[in-house]
């Protein structure tokens, strides 16, 4: 089973900006929407923003509201996520993860995940 894989995490100071991207060109979609997903240490996994690959209309989470942006390239099978304004709040794992059924800001909803990538914000 083919998994989606993350890149583009790093230390950053708090203000700055990073951009992650997650590619699944190998990937068979059950539905055409890709989400974002975060855990910090000892916080449960949170959904972030996601975004159709076809229609390209994203959707986000509280967190990422006003800061993140998410794109995709449908062509790739390629998402992005911009984020801006990084706070130390924000340090976590970044998930990538096919949408499979359901809510698209459900855990649950989601069948492939890819192994994430850190994302450390210092104050």
């Known amino acids: 089973q083919v998994q989606p894989v993350e890149s583009g995490g790093g230390l950053v100071q708090a203000g700055g900006s990073l951009r992650l991207s997650c590619a699944a060109p190998r990937l068979t979609f059950s539905s055409d929407f890709m989400g974002w997903f975060r855990q910090a240490p000892g916080k449960e996994r949170e959904f972030v923003a996601g975004?159709?690959?076809?229609?390209?209309?994203?959707f986000y989470g509280t967190s990422a509201r006003g800061r993140f942006t998410v794109a995709g390239d449908n062509a790739k099978k390629t998402v992005y996520l911009q984020m801006n304004r990084l706070t130390p709040d924000d340090t976590a794992i970044y998930y990538c993860a096919a949408h499979r059924s359901g809510s698209v800001s459900v855990i649950t909803s989601y069948d492939r995940w890819g192994q994430g990538t850190q994302v450390t914000v210092s104050s």
């Open positions: 975004i159709s690959l076809s229609s390209d209309s994203p």
